[in-house]
Nanobody, 118 residues
């Protein structure tokens, strides 16, 4: 069964950086695209970044130019480098695997809390 464990969140000031990590297991990691989503209090979960198995990335307009998604297909790890953080980036961040044909794989992990103070 696919499992995801996010880490690397914390409390930072606006303008600072964080690097999130996602340890994935239970499936063929290199065969799936990976995505990062976030959910702020009282808001719906939103997709912020995705990376294909080959490394092609896409970003939400709100994070484009500030966030960088990457992956290590040997270590079964996905990463989200978050630069120039803003208070609006405050949320719980989740990673998951997906394909365009079968959709999201498995259940959501626990997420990691990112809090950005102004």
């Amino acid at each position: 069964q696919a499992q995801f464990l996010e880490s690397g969140g914390g409390l930072v000031q606006a303008g600072e950086s964080l690097r999130l990590s996602c340890a994935a297991s239970g499936f063929s990691f290199s065969s799936y695209s990976m995505s990062w989503s976030r959910q702020a209090p009282g808001k719906e979960r939103e997709l912020v970044a995705a990376i294909t198995s080959a490394g092609t990335t896409n970003y939400a307009d709100s994070v484009k130019g500030r966030f960088i998604a990457s992956r290590d297909n040997i270590k079964n790890m996905a990463y989200l480098q978050m630069n120039n953080l803003k208070p609006d980036d405050t949320a719980v961040y989740f990673c998951t695997a997906f394909t365009t044909t079968t959709g999201r794989l498995g259940n959501w992990g626990p997420g990691t809390q990112v809090t950005v103070s102004s």
